[in-house]
C-alpha cells in the first residue's frame, strides 16, 4: 500500500509512504522446517521541487521472521532487521545558460547509510560489511521529461572492511 501527499500550501512538496506485510515462505521448506517468512517493509518519503532545485529523502525499515531458519539454510547470516535511508539535493542550471529550454540538466548529490543486517538472528553473527555509508556525485539530463541521461561516482564505505567505489552511467524512461 502507497499513500501520496502534495499540500497546496507548499508548492513543489509531495510527502508519503508505503507498506508491505506479507507471508514470503511460499510453503517451502528450509533446513527441513516448514516456515512462514512473515516479512514487512515500510517507507517513508519526501520530494520538494522549487525554482530548479530538488529535494529527496527516504528512509526504509524492513524485518523478516524466521531469519534464524533462513540463515542456517543458506550459510551465512540473514539479517532479521534492516534498514536504509538518502537524503539528494540537485538543481537544474540549464535554464540559467538557455532561459527558454525545457531540457534540464542537473548536478546533485546524494548520502545514503544503510544496513541489511541491522539485527543478526540470535545465534548469527552481525556482518559489519553490510553496514554502509554511501557518497555519491553525479549529473543528470532530461532532453524530454520522460527521458533521463545519467553519471555519477559512488564512493563507499563500511563498518568493517572495504568496498570499492564505482561510476554508474544510465539511461532511464517513463511511459
Known sequence: ??????????????????????????????????????????????????????????????????????????????????????????????????????QYLAPFFRYEQYDTIAQAPVGFADDETKDREIWQFGLQYKPIPNVVIKADYRNFSAKKGTVPDDFNLGFGFIF
Not at 508505503?18 to 520530494?47: I, P, R
Open 1 to 102: 500500500m502507497r499513500l501520496d501527499y502534495a499540500p497546496r500550501a507548499i508548492p513543489g512538496l509531495s510527502i508519503g509512504g508505503s507498506g508491505y506485510a506479507g507471508y514470503a515462505g511460499q510453503d517451502q521448506a528450509f533446513g527441513g522446517q516448514k516456515v512462514d517468512v512473515m516479512t514487512q517493509l515500510y517507507e517513508g518519503h519526501l520530494q520538494w521541487k522549487y525554482r530548479g532545485l530538488e529535494v529527496r529523502a527516504l528512509g526504509a525499515w524492513g524485518h523478516i521472521d524466521d531469519a534464524d531458519i533462513l540463515s542456517a539454510a543458506a550459510g551465512e547470516t540473514i539479517g532479521s532487521e534492516n534498514y536504509g535511508w538518502y537524503t539528494e539535493v540537485g538543481y537544474d542550471v540549464l535554464p540559467l545558460l538557455l532561459r527558454s529550454t525545457t
